[in-house]
């Protein structure tokens, strides 16, 4: 087994790679020549070089190509009730600030907020390539699901003694991922496997906000190169194992 990531610098994928035992493809003057009998650990990569493509790749490129565009996502998810309401047109964004919140995403393949600018009124409407109807929640999870089947969950909670940001909760707003005292409902589980299997991955961190008034849940993206760190990191590490084991029998 191999891993190849989104960027040579990932330090989620060499964490991973080490806690597997297992070598990175380098991105330039790589050696390796993939075949069958090779597995390939896709971490979050949206093209992959000539020299992979003939290998067992673990999440396939064309995939992490669509869940890693904003845009690509929410119309490939279009005919579903999985997500908030969204539209491409500036206009219809402007309507809606006159009574809701916009989310105006300036940047399509953005993480930890980047790209995002909140607008409460038709004027603070920006020119953006995807425009969603902001939804207050309760909760925000990340449900860790391989081939269909959830094997982690963590919720993003504020630090504390931080003035946090609860529209757009990441890091820099004050909020970070907790393990303690999560009981996620189940909506937001069964939502977060909907919604994965409507993509061809093997993996993936699907970002689920639940709305406990009407007890909804919706999701927001797929990360397939999620951060990693104590206990995710372990049970990412135990799953590969696992799939590593099976593989060799």
Not at 31 to 48: C, P, Q
Not at 214 to 236: C, M, R, S
Request: with cysteine; hydrophobic share 35%.
């Amino acid at each position: 087994m191999w891993l190849y990531s989104y960027q040579s610098k990932s330090m989620s994928g060499k964490a991973l790679s080490k806690g597997l035992g297992i070598k990175r493809i380098k991105h330039n003057n790589s050696s390796f020549i993939g075949d069958l009998n090779k597995t390939v650990i896709n971490w979050g990569a949206s093209t992959l070089p000539p020299n992979i493509l003939h290998a067992n790749i673990i999440n396939i490129p064309e995939e992490i190509n669509i869940t890693s565009n904003k845009l690509y996502f929410f119309r490939k998810l279009r005919a579903t009730p999985f997500l908030p309401q969204y539209t491409e047109m500036r206009e219809e964004a402007q309507e809606w600030a006159r009574e809701h919140k916009v989310v105006c995403r300036t940047v399509l393949r953005g993480h930890s907020g980047r790209g995002i600018v909140m607008a409460s009124t038709p004027q603070e409407i920006v020119d953006a390539p995807l425009y969603v109807r902001y939804e207050a929640k309760k909760d925000e999870y990340r449900v860790h699901v391989y081939r269909g089947k959830v094997f982690d969950v963590q919720k993003k909670g504020g630090r504390i003694g931080v003035e946090c940001n609860w529209e757009i909760r990441n890091k820099k707003n004050g909020f970070v991922f907790m393990r303690k005292d999560i009981n996620p409902p189940q909506c937001v589980l069964d939502i977060a496997i909907d919604c994965f299997n409507c993509f061809a991955l093997d993996f993936g961190a699907i970002d689920v906000i639940y709305k406990e008034r009407q007890d909804k849940a919706f999701v927001l993206e797929i990360n397939t190169a999620p951060g990693l760190k104590a206990t995710t990191l372990t049970n990412y590490i135990n799953l590969f194992k696992r799939i590593e084991e099976i593989s060799n029998v």
